[in-house]
């Protein structure tokens, strides 16, 4: 009796632990959901959120387009790690200084965001993986030798978080130079934009490639 009661008994603590083992997790559709963070340490990457619209187009027009400064359209597809599939819905962030080379404040600005400055947006690649941000070339640093550049924060809607790629900087830019480029890691891509100018306006196209040597990016 005593050994058919401590069969019974093993009998059903394994069957209990079958049981809870055997419950499957809801897929949240979030990859990479490690403790290691897609792109490293971002400093200021929760800025991007502040003010973030809920609509977000694929083109973007920042509030320095009617100010003064040289008007500079900037362009380009994003594509999927494959580097030739577009891929659509990714948003992109984007912050830079003026013409004056500052993070300027203005009238109005959150002062949270004050580190980034008004000349900021947010846009979400369409069908195709393409993108259109209307804004003023940016100005390098005052009394610094860092090329001019516009920053740029990319979220994938199956990432757990944001992360950072390659600034755009311009070709022509004087302070670009060999030193210089030799410090970029090719994340996202090439970001050495050549401007084309056209009716007083320049135009540079920057392609991404969602994860190229972006760390910790998970294996697709």
């Known amino acids: 009796m005593k050994n058919a009661l401590g069969l019974y008994f093993k009998i059903a603590i394994l069957l209990a632990a079958s049981s809870c083992n055997g419950q499957t997790q809801p897929d949240s559709g979030i990859k990479n959901q490690t403790n290691a963070r897609v792109g490293g340490p971002c400093d200021t990457c929760e800025l991007m959120y502040v003010g973030m619209p809920q609509s977000i187009d694929a083109t973007d027009t920042s509030k320095a387009w009617s100010g003064d400064g040289d008007k500079l359209v900037l362009t380009g597809t994003v594509y999927r790690s494959d580097q030739k599939t577009p891929a659509p819905d990714i948003?992109?962030?984007y912050w830079?200084?003026?013409?004056?080379?500052?993070?300027?404040?203005?009238?109005?600005?959150?002062?949270?965001?004050?580190?980034?400055?008004?000349?900021?947006?947010?846009?979400?690649?369409?069908?195709?993986?393409?993108?259109?941000?209307?804004?003023?070339?940016?100005?390098?640093?005052?009394?610094?030798?860092?090329?001019?550049?516009?920053?740029?924060?990319?979220?994938?809607?199956?990432?757990?978080?944001?992360?950072?790629?390659?600034?755009?900087?311009?070709?022509?830019?004087?302070?670009?130079?060999?030193?210089?480029?030799?410090?970029?890691?090719?994340?996202?891509?090439?970001?050495?934009v050549k401007p084309r100018l056209l009716h007083d306006v320049q135009y540079v196209n920057r392609d991404i490639i969602l994860g190229l040597n972006v760390k910790d990016y998970p294996e697709q």
Not at 141 to 154: G, S
């Open 91 to 93: 948003l992109l962030y």
């Open 96 to 192: 830079q200084t003026n013409e004056d080379g500052l993070y300027a404040d203005k009238q109005g600005l959150n002062p949270d965001v004050k580190r980034h400055g008004y000349i900021r947006g947010w846009v979400k690649t369409d069908r195709q993986g393409k993108y259109t941000i209307y804004t003023i070339r940016p100005a390098p640093y005052p009394n610094n030798t860092m090329p001019a550049h516009v920053h740029m924060l990319v979220k994938e809607p199956t990432l757990a978080n944001e992360y950072y790629i390659d600034d755009v900087v311009f070709e022509d830019d004087p302070l670009l130079t060999s030193q210089e480029r030799n410090q970029f890691n090719n994340i996202g891509g090439s970001s050495i």
